[in-house]
């Protein structure tokens, strides 16, 4: 929670944060405006806050 309180206040137009993560409950700290999901070094899926949402729900074993 401290280091989503330091993204938070850093947060602006000018300025991109790459987080990485498999915990949605991170997510509940820093809302993203963009989600990626990487498999073998490549970005195999893209989306909204709802994608971090469906695959809390789903698992990844669905993307490929």
Do not use: C, M
Not at 1 to 22: D, K, Y
Not at 30 to 50: C, F, M, N, Q, T
């Amino acid at each position: 929670q401290v280091a989503a309180e330091g993204v938070n206040a850093l947060r602006n137009e000018a300025r991109s944060f790459i987080v990485v993560t498999h915990y949605q409950r991170l997510l509940n700290y820093i809302v993203p405006d963009y989600v990626h999901v990487l498999a073998g070094g490549k970005i195999v899926k893209s989306g909204g806050r709802e994608l971090a949402l469906e695959l809390e729900e789903k698992g990844y074993s669905w993307i490929q």
